[in-house]
């Protein structure tokens, strides 16, 4: 995200862009991992508010929707997203944050949905968040726009690790890098169907990931994983 002057914010033109990238790269099958960062002192601020002063309710909607299909494209994509987040991650920059498959933030990083302090509650970030952390502590979040610490969110199981913001980017390369050795075709299945049985009855869910792993195990890629593991040697995978 490049617009660092502006603390990243989610602009209507800056989440088509995003959608429109993400989008693209969901189509490429060279690409096996994405990392979401921020350019300049923060991750994400949320929405742009100057943009969002006096307007319509035809406007609010459009925009919501726009944001909303910037974040459920992030999950539809086979690749893993991995947000890294330094400075603050607020209102739908936390969203953001819950949205992506995974995220590593520095240790000083904030994460917040202030917007009931402004008199607009974070509706639509609590969507994302109160799937990614338990009730309570999303309604804490959400009802009293206090921020969690890095150490916080990890606990809270917003984000898997915090570390030094020297080492940001390194851990979250050394992360894209382990990902990126398996079979992207088979990520991309675990993916899909992570997000499709996650909200079903278990009953459900077994049912549904039965015929996946099903297909999944007469794949290229599975046949060569099983066949490497007991030759014991490197798999080279087929991409589907």
Known sequence: ??????????????????????????KNKH?????????????CAGHDLKEMQN?????????FDTCIKMM??????????????????????CQLVATCDLAVAADDSKFATPGVKIGLFCSTPMVALS???????ALEMLLTGEALSAEEAVQAGLINKAVPFEQLQHETNVLAQKISE???YTIGVGKQAFYQQIEMPQNHA???????????????????????????????????
């Open 182 to 184: 398996a079979s992207a």
């Open 55 to 63: 307007e319509s309710p035809q406007f609010y909607q459009n925009l």
């Open 31 to 43: 690409i096996s991992v994405v990392v979401l960062r921020g350019s300049g002192p923060a991750f």
């Open 206 to 240: 077994y049912a549904y990931t039965k015929q996946v792993m099903s297909m999944n195990a007469s794949s290229n890629d599975a046949n060569e994983g099983m066949c490497a593991f007991l030759e014991k040697r490197k798999p080279e995978w087929k991409g589907c």
């Open 131 to 137: 799937r990614a952390v338990g009730r309570k502590k």
């Open 72 to 93: 459920e494209t992030i999950q539809s994509i086979p690749q893993p997203v991995i947000a890294e987040v330094h400075g603050i991650a607020t209102a739908a920059g």
């Open 1 to 26: 995200m490049n617009r660092g002057n502006k603390r990243n914010a989610l602009s209507q033109h800056h989440m088509e862009e995003l959608t429109d990238c993400f989008t693209a790269i969901g």
